[in-house]
Every structure is written in structure tokens, then in C-alpha cells.
């Protein structure tokens, strides 16, 4: 499927971004090894194709239950990659790794079926709807057999979103937003939870599965910001940004303004790191390098 590869891109997506000028390296290194983990148990249990479906959201999977495990962090070591400078690297391995992976197929599987059942998107386009939908049912039958090896049912993320799918289009003015964004909430909130499972820490699953439905929450409102601002024929209005003084952890705009486009000429800054983006302003600014943030 090259031209489908080719349209599916190989951005790394997600809400969720590292501050490269504020995270120390010890840090920024166990940032990698669970990114490059997850990607790597995309490829190890679904194929090369499914490592299109890394993200940086799925990763805070792989984060969590490691955290819980209270064991040393499993790590292995793997090749060069061209996304790392062709530079070999420690990566997380283990059930951590392959639980954000099984999250973060079933979810861009669903997020794949999407566009091509509505028509939207690059994956929309006539002739890859047909790839893209046999791509998405592959992808969740792939992850539906390693969540059953970790003892987690991929069944409540791909109802979930089918569930989604039917509320969004029978919502209208008046419907409530919460209505709305309760199924996301839902399999956020599943994935956060099972990692107490995993982990074998089950006192932390309803406090874990609160934090993952708020977090689902936050995440429904960003996707579908930035999808109203795609299709809007005009460029968004210009966010106003924080002021020097107020934005040392700032990480969108202080307005209600749709987020900056890969067409808005904020875009290459901001969606790379808006945090480090406001710090350098302040710095710029004040004439003073930004504060040091301990982990």
C-alpha cells in the first residue's frame, strides 16, 4: 500500500508534546525510550505499516504502567533509526510498551475508519476510502488479539467509537457537550485504567480511569477544534498570546481562538512546542534565558 503509506504520513500526532528546552535530559531520554517503545511493539506485534499509528498520546499509556510497576524500567536496546539520526537508542519492551501500542492501533484504526466513512481528510479521498477501511478492520483485529494476551479488551475502545460516530451525527443545537464527548471519555478513561491492572496496583484503577475520562474529554474538544479550523475556507484568527511573565506553562493560546493550522503562520512554532515557544518570547523579551523546570 505505498500510496496509501504516502497519505497517511509520518507525523507523530498527538496533544501531548515534550518541551525540548525545559526537559532535561534524563527526561527527554525516557521520553524517547517509551515512544520508540511503543513504536517498535507496533511493529513487532501488527507489522512495519503499524507504526504509522505511533503516538504521543498513546505513549502516557506506556508511562503510566511502567510507573505503577515499581520494578526497574525494562528496557532493550534497538538499531539505528532515521527518525533518531540514524542513532541506536534504549527503548521500553515489555507489557508497558505493548498495552500503549494495542491503544494507539485500535484508536487510529478507529480514526482511519472514520475518514473514510465520512470522506473527509486525505484517507477520504475516492481512491483510498477502500484501502484506508480494510486498513482500519485489519488494525483492529490485530489489536483486539494482543489486548486479549494482556488481558484487555480492545471491544470497549472500538464501541466506543462507534458510539461516537452515531452521536455525532444525530447531535444538533441544544445537545449537551458532555453527551457528546462521553464515549471518548470512555475509552480514555479504559486505557488509563487497565494500566493499574497491568501493573498490578488494581487501588489505582478508578483514580487512573477518572484522570483518563477528563483527559478524553480535553482531547475531543482539541481534535474537533482543529477540525473545524481545516474546514473553514479562511485562516483562523490570530491567537493572542500570553504576556511575559504569565506563560511559563502555557501550552495553547490564552484565547478562545481555534488553534493555530499547518496553514497558519504560527503553525511551525507552535505546534512543535508551544510551551518552549512562549518561554523563548518571554526570554526575548525580557532579555533573560527562561527558568529552569525540575522534573
Known sequence: MPGLTKHLGARVFGIIRPCQHRLGGELREAWRAHLCGMCLSLR??????????TNYDGLIVSVLAEAQSGDDPARRNAGPCPL??????????GDSARLA????????????RDHAADGDGRLGRPGLRRAAAALARSWEQRGAQVGEQLGFSAAVLTEAV????ALEAA????????????????ATGAAFGYTAVLAGKPGNEAALTEAGR?????????????????????????????KPGDCALTRSPVSASPLPTSSSPTAASSTRCWTASCAARCAGRSGTPPPERSA
Open 214 to 242: 477528563l483527559f478524553g474529554r480535553i482531547a475531543h474538544l482539541i481534535d474537533g477544534t482543529l477540525a473545524t479550523a481545516r474546514g473553514t475556507r479562511s485562516p483562523p484568527p490570530a491567537p493572542r498570546w500570553p
Open 44 to 53: 513487532d506485534d501488527h507489522g512495519q505499516l503499524a507504526r504509522l499509528a
Open 101 to 112: 501500542a494495542t491503544v494507539s492501533l485500535v484508536l487510529a484504526a478507529a480514526k482511519t
Open 162 to 165: 462507534s458510539r461516537q460516530e
Open 171 to 186: 447531535a444538533g443545537p441544544g445537545t449537551p457537550l458532555l453527551t457528546i464527548t462521553a464515549p471518548t471519555e470512555e
Open 84 to 93: 533518531r539520526g540514524m542513532r541506536r537508542a534504549s527503548v521500553a519492551t
